[in-house]
């Protein structure tokens, strides 16, 4: 999960959002929150990631 966001960012450029995400936007304001949303995302699932491999370290 670590490299999700690094590659999903490096293929935007050849991605259209409809394809990716279902919905089209045509505003580049927008578009770049969404982006800044998504990273957000994916890094609060890399934490939940790292502290439930921890705990799980933690029982074994």
């Known amino acids: 999960m670590v490299d999700v966001d ?3 960012l490096a293929d935007l450029p ?3 959002w409809d394809k ?3 919905i089209w936007l045509d505003n580049p304001l ?7 949303e ?3 995302l994916l890094q609060a699932v890399e ?3 790292a ?10």
Do not use: M, P
């Open 38 to 40: 998504a990273k957000n």
């Open 14 to 16: 050849n991605t259209s």
């Open 47 to 49: 934490t939940l990631e």
């Open 51 to 60: 502290a439930a491999k921890l705990a799980l370290a933690k029982l074994t």
């Open 30 to 36: 927008t578009d770049c929150c969404v982006i800044k």
């Open 6 to 8: 690094r590659l999903l």
């Open 20 to 22: 990716t995400f279902g």
